[in-house]
């Protein structure tokens, strides 16, 4: 897909403390170097990553649902610039909608509580009969199954791998180098990054800026953070239908079964469903964003299909570490105690960035805050830029028991409403 274009040893040859080095090119990795080198020109961005010929990350599984009301308005209001941003790529964002459906009355007061959250974050969002609701989806929606719908005409599913390498396409347009290295960590001098270490070879940064966007890898290679950085790393299962012929019609919104903890999408040329309905499961990441197939996905997965009208044309069986495209498979992401990203300057690391635990729905938004706060480095900002230092800064859980932290994180798991809060 993409090619490396520069070695280890021609960026060590040109030292200079105006590069900024990005780990990670997945969509958080890509968005950060268009915009840095789009709105920074006399800063040299360089985005490292293990492989490029294709997403080994978490962008090149996810089915791209971006729903812009979040609980957290600092997430809404990510999301919605993060919109006007895919708006703008090529084959980037379909607007098909989100539909949000319950069939029980706490969830239908959820549901009035969202419409009501939405139209003051200035989102269209309105509320369905039954009958209303499964016309938009007939083939997922039994309308005697639910009570209400929720639905909001601005949503829409992103093609988060058409997104990544359009931005990495014209970051590179802009000056942007890439190489590949699989990198295992950092010397540090004097509290500033100085090498980065890699199985490439040692990679020198002394004066550069480092960011991690290193999605589900971040924690581990973080180490040298003096604060806890809790981004835990989850299982998934999605599952797909066999092929079929597209659908004619207006196309299906993303559905989300907001009591079940169960989503579906019209792919195109088959559906696809997933489900959060299991006990939240931590699994450190191997060399991709697959993990291993459990049985127990299995029973996850037949649960959350009862739900759909179409369900039973769903695949509910997979086995080994499946990568083929059609399967179920198991997704890894990551969670953090409070649902929200690190992204920022991390504190007792002079030149080292964190931009992770972000979804393909605020990439690019916070992508742009933080090429922001690489601009004015440290200094003022507006009011609204304060609230996400706050917000997302890297050293919020100062003093906290990892242990603590991690378990908070996997309650998020089960709780995309904030149901606790
Ligand atoms: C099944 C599933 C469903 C999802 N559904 C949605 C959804 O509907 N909506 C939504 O918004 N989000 C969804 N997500 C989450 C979303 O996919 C991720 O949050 C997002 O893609 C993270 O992007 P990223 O760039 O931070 O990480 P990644 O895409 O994981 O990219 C990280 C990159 O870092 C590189 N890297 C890591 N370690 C190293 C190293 N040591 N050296 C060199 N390179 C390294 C990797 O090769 C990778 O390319 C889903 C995820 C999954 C798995
Ligand atoms: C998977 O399920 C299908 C039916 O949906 C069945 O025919 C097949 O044997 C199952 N495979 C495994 C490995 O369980
Ligand atoms: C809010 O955002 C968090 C973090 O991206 C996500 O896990 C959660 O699912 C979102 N909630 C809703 C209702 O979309």
Not at 20 to 45: D, H, M, T
Not at 331 to 349: E, M, Q, W, Y
Request: include cysteine; proline fraction near 6%; hydrophobic fraction near 35%.
């Amino acid at each position: 897909m993409m090619a490396a274009t520069v070695q280890i040893s021609n960026v060590n040859e040109n030292p200079s403390s105006r590069r900024i080095f990005i780990i990670g090119a997945g969509i958080v990795g890509a968005s950060l170097a268009y915009f840095l080198s789009r709105e920074q020109p006399n800063r040299k961005v360089i985005v490292i990553d293990k492989c490029w010929d294709e997403l080994l990350g978490s962008t090149g599984h996810a089915p791209g649902f971006v729903g812009q009301l979040n609980e957290s308005s600092v997430l809404t209001n990510l999301a919605k610039d993060t919109v006007s941003e895919y708006l703008k790529v090529p084959g980037g964002f379909n607007v098909v909608g989100g539909l949000e459906l319950s069939s029980t009355d706490s969830g239908v007061e959820t549901l009035y509580r969202r419409r009501d959250l939405a139209l003051a974050a200035g989102l269209h969002a309105e509320i369905l009969s039954p009958g209303d609701a499964a016309s938009l989806a007939p083939d997922f929606i039994d309308a005697a199954s639910v009570k209400n719908g929720l639905h909001f005409s601005s949503d829409g599913t992103a093609n988060a791998q058409t997104i990544t390498s359009y931005y990495i396409q014209q970051a590179q347009l802009k000056g942007a180098k890439l190489v590949e290295a699989t990198v295992t960590g950092f010397d540090l001098k004097n509290g500033e990054i100085t090498v980065i270490q890699s199985l490439a070879g040692d990679i020198k940064t002394h004066g550069s800026t480092v960011v991690l966007a290193t999605g589900i890898w971040t924690s581990s290679l973080a180490s040298d953070v003096p604060s806890p950085v809790p981004i835990v790393p989850v299982a998934h299962p999605y599952t797909f239908t066999p092929p079929r012929p597209y659908r004619s019609g207006a196309p299906y919104p993303f559905i989300r079964w907001l009591d079940h903890h169960a989503y579906a999408r019209d792919h195109g040329d088959r559906d696809g469903m997933g489900s959060y309905d299991h006990p939240p499961l931590r699994l450190d990441a191997g060399q991709t964003a697959i993990g291993p197939w459990s049985s127990e996905f299995e029973t996850v997965l037949s649960k959350a299909s009862s739900h759909l009208k179409n369900g039973k044309e769903f695949l509910m069986n997979g086995s080994g570490n499946d990568r083929n495209k059609y399967k179920p498979f198991n997704g890894i992401f990551s969670v953090t105690p409070d649902n929200l990203p690190f992204a920022g300057k991390v504190s007792g690391v002079s030149n080292l960035w964190l931009c992770a635990a972000i979804w393909v729905t605020t990439a690019a938004g916070t992508a742009k805050f933080i090429t922001r706060e690489i601009l004015r480095d440290g200094d003022h900002a507006t009011p609204e830029d304060e609230e996400l230092r706050k917000a997302l800064s890297p050293f919020r859980f100062q003093g906290m028991e990892t242990y603590t932290l991690e378990s908070q994180a996997l309650a998020r798991y089960n709780d995309i409403y904030n149901r606790e809060v």
